[in-house]
C-alpha cells in the first residue's frame, strides 16, 4: 500500500482473484424482489450486492452450502463471495461486549481467503464456503443476544474537507455518535493512505479485545484490497464502532485506565529515536535479546529497551525478528488461546507496520507491538500455569531428519516432538514452502474454528518473514497450534469436497 489509490485498489480487487478454479455454471437461483428487500433503517450496501448479502442473511444454516453452491455453479463469483460475507457479518453480528468472540465471523474473513489462495484448485472454495458457514452461527449468536444490526447513518455527514479531522478528533475523545457520522464522510472524501494511517493509529493505542481492535483494521483493510472500494464506507464505520469499544469503563480518554498506559508513555519515547533508525545494522544476535527480555520486562521497559537499541543502531527489522519469536515462544509454554493472540495481533500490528506511510506512527507501532507482547505474557499467567520454556534453546531430538508426514503425525498429537521435528527438518535443508502448504492444507481439511484460520495465516506470513536463522524456530514454536493429519477432515469439509 506504498504508493495505494482508489484506483489501485480497485484494480488489486479485480486481479485478486485470479487463479480461483472455475465451477462450470449449471443454474443460477433467482432472487425475488422479496429475498433484496432492506428493511428500513438497516444499514444499506451497493445495490449489486445487497441481494446477495441478503441471501446469506436469509437462507438458514441447514441449507447455505447447498444454496451457496448453486450460487457458485450459477457463476456467482469468488470476488462476490467474499464481499458478501463480509459484509454480512459486519452488519448482523455486534463486536461487543469485545472485538471478538462471534464477531470473529468478521475477523476471520481475510485468513479464509488467504488460506483460499494457497489451496490445491479442488480445495479453493472450501475455506470460503466455510466462513460462509462460520457466519451463519455467530448470526445465530447474535440474535440470542439482541439481535443487533448495523444501523444506517442517522445524522448530517460533516464536510468533506473536514471529515478527517472530526474523525481522528472523534476517536481520540472516544466520541462513538461523532465516530460513526464521521467515518462515513472520510470514506468518501480521504484517501485509502490517510484513512489507513489513522485507524492503524486507533486500533494500536490500547490493549483491550487482546488485539483483535489491530487485527480487524489490519484484515479489512486488506479484504478490501480484494473486494473493492467501493464498500469502504461501512467497513470504515464497523471499525470505528469495534474500535471504541470499552465496554464496562467509563470514557478512556478522561481515565487512565492500564489498557492505554503503554500507548501513551510509548508517544512519548517515538521522539528519543534517532531519525536514521531505518540504517542500522541487522543482527540475528539482537533477535535474542529481544527475545531474552520480553520474557521478564515490564509492559514499559520492553518499549524502553526497543528504543536503546534503535540509538545502537540496531535495525528495526532484528528487533521485530526478536518480537515474533517471543510471540511463539509464548505459544509453547501455554498453547491456548491468549497466546495464539500473541501471534495474531503481532502479525496484525506488523502489516499495520509495514503499511503505515508516517515515520514516526511506525515507530510507535514497533514500540506498541513490544508492550503488547509484555501484556500478552502477563494475560496469559493470569490464564494458568506459564511454564519457563526458551525457544532458541530448543534441541533436535531425533536420530534421522522426519518427512512431512511424520511431522503432521505428531502435530497436535506431541507437540513437544513435532516442534523438535520442525526445527530438524528445516534445518537439513526441508523445503519450509512445501511445510507451510502442507500446513495450510490442513488447517482447510481439519479446522473447524476460526482461530485456526486466523493464526496459520499469521504464522505462515510471518515465517515468510522473519530471518532465516531464525525461520525454524520461528515455525517450530507455533506447530503447538496447528493442524495434525492424524485429526479427523469436518464434515463440512467432506461435504463441501464431495459436492459436484
Known sequence: MATLTRRNFISAAGGSAVGIAAIQPNWFPSLSAQDAKVEPGMVRFRPEIEPLVRLLEDTPRERIVDVVGGEIRGGTSYRELLAAVFLAGMRNVQPRPAVGFKFHSVLVVHAAHQAA?????????????????????AQATDVKEGDWTMPAVSS??????????????????????????????????????????????????????????????????????????EHSEAVMRSLAYAILNHTGEENPSRHDYEADRAGRRNWELVDQI???WMDGKADPAASQRVLESLRTVSVQDAA?????????????????????????????????IVPLHAVTASNALHNLYNTVGDDRLRRWLLLQNASFLVHFREAAVGRGELPEAKLDQLAVTGQTVPSLDEIF?????????????????????????????????????KGNDSHDYKFSAAAIEDAAFIDPQWRAHYLAGCSYLLRGSTEKSTPLANRVLAMK
Open 117 to 137: 489462495m494457497a489451496a490445491t484448485n479442488e480445495g479453493r472454495w472450501l475455506p470460503l464456503i466455510w466462513a460462509i458457514d462460520n457466519f451463519k452461527s
Open 156 to 229: 448530517k455527514l460533516p464536510p468533506a474537507e473536514r471529515a478527517l479531522t472530526v474523525l481522528d478528533e472523534a476517536m481520540a475523545n472516544w466520541d462513538e455518535p461523532a465516530a460513526d457520522v464521521a467515518a462515513a464522510a472520510a470514506a468518501r472524501a480521504a484517501s485509502a493512505h490517510q484513512l489507513f494511517d489513522l485507524y492503524a493509529k486507533h486500533s494500536a493505542r490500547d490493549f483491550r479485545s487482546i488485539g483483535h481492535k489491530a487485527i480487524y483494521v489490519s484484515g479489512a483493510f486488506r479484504t478490501l484490497e480484494v473486494i473493492g472500494w
Open 274 to 276: 534517532p531519525k536514521n
Open 304 to 336: 524502553k529497551s526497543v528504543v536503546e537499541m534503535l540509538r545502537q543502531q540496531v535495525h528495526p527489522r532484528s528487533i521485530y525478528d526478536g518480537i515474533l519469536l517471543a510471540s511463539a515462544e509464548l505459544v509453547t509454554r501455554q498453547p491456548g
Open 409 to 445: 503425525e505428531k502435530v497436535q498429537k506431541d507437540r513437544p516432538a513435532a516442534a523438535s521435528a520442525v526445527l530438524q527438518y528445516i534445518r537439513a535443508g526441508g523445503d519450509a514452502r512445501t511445510m507451510i502448504r502442507r500446513a495450510r492444507e490442513l488447517v482447510y481439511l
